[in-house]
DNA sequence: CAAAAGGTAGACAGATCGGTCTACCTAATG
DNA sequence: CATTAGGTAGACCGATCTGTCTACCTTTTG
């Protein structure tokens, strides 16, 4: 093939186009290799399984999360903008995703189809965890003489931007996220 | 059959019930009418295909919240107090769905596994945008005088909630839950 | 009693599912 | 040059999918 990139790496990025637009399981094998443009064997050889390819897809959105997360952190001056950072991050994802539909949290949105036990739901609650935990050591060089406030701060964030995700994944566009972020601005100043 | 209950009301139950537990595109007809007790013919006599069952399901779980909703707030004695309600009546839902696996907002899941232009989707929306309606009706009986804050509250308040709905899902207990209705509290207190 | 309404079991259709297998074809490496 | 690693196309498998159809059975109602 004139395209050289390995096997694996289009198969994944072909499966993450495809789970985010229409789902996990409404996604079947035959669509991911034909627009990743590869041969069903090859699939076969890089993953045990669908189930196996679904694992790497949440791993894989959670570190282009970390990616993004990362490079808005190192952008940012004082503890206060480490926590916007956060919520930047999710914008970024946004605006990402905006071209082909929005619709919100890819990892959640993973989770959601996944039945209670499924490991992927765990790997997903931890992206969730890690967000919080960003936030919470921020707060925590802001807050130094009162972790509980700090914790407590960092768990209000937390919901904050998780529920704007979730409204603004449903309602197609970014505002919703961009109004949280004000108001997590405005809780900072009142601390 | 020795059970009288009309064929589309157990096979919305049964829908239900799998829809929330198993996923809505991993559920087939089949296990549907299994679990209903109920022939396969019955549910295309009820229902004009899948699709619009699982439509029918987002509108059933919707009025079983507005009716766990409208319960907390005619026991709610101040405007304060109803918007607590918004929150006891998803900590309700939890409590509810707790014993079979909680997974989160059944409406969002759903959601988050149609397509981007989905009619279910806008569908799962309005029930966010009156969850939220409800809580700033509320707060601009609180604010009188400040309407502009009693809505930037009210959306505060539904990230809050929609959040810790997200969280306390991927972790399968209300602890969240209870944790954001505490925040909520305290907010309220600012006011 | 007769008609109508609602429900039954199960065969059936065509498509698609995840997954396996074979036989062949390159391109890089020792 | 020979081997090996990775990729190819496509047939194939059994299972399952949504949806249709027939022929029969019960219960209610006029």
Redesign the pocket.
């Known amino acids: 093939?004139t395209d050289r990139t390995?096997?694996?790496e289009r198969l994944l990025r072909a499966a993450s186009e495809l789970f985010y637009n229409d789902g996990v399981v409404a996604?079947?094998?035959?669509?991911i290799t034909a627009r990743a443009?590869?041969?069903?064997?090859?699939l076969?050889?890089?993953f045990a399984?669908?189930?196996d390819l679904v694992q790497a897809y949440i791993q894989s959105r959670h570190e282009e999360w970390q990616g993004l997360c990362r490079e808005r952190m190192e952008g940012a001056a004082s503890p206060r903008e480490r926590v916007l950072a956060v919520f930047d991050s999710y914008l970024d994802h946004a605006a990402f995703e905006y071209q082909r539909g929005f619709r919100g949290c890819g990892l959640y949105n993973a989770a959601a189809e996944l039945p209670a036990g499924d490991p992927g739901r765990a790997a997903v609650a931890a992206q969730k965890e890690e967000a919080e935990r960003l936030i919470r050591e921020a707060l925590r060089e802001m807050l130094p003489d009162d972790e509980a406030r700090a914790g407590e701060t960092a768990e209000h964030l937390s919901f904050l931007l998780e529920g704007a995700m979730t409204r603004a994944g449903l309602e197609g566009h970014d505002a919703r996220l961009k109004a949280a972020r004000r108001i997590a601005a405005s809780v900072l100043d009142q601390l």
Chains 1, 2 share one sequence.
Do not use: E, H, L
């Open positions: 093939m390995p096997a694996r996604t079947g094998i035959d669509a443009g590869v041969a069903k064997m090859s076969y050889n890089n399984s669908k189930a």
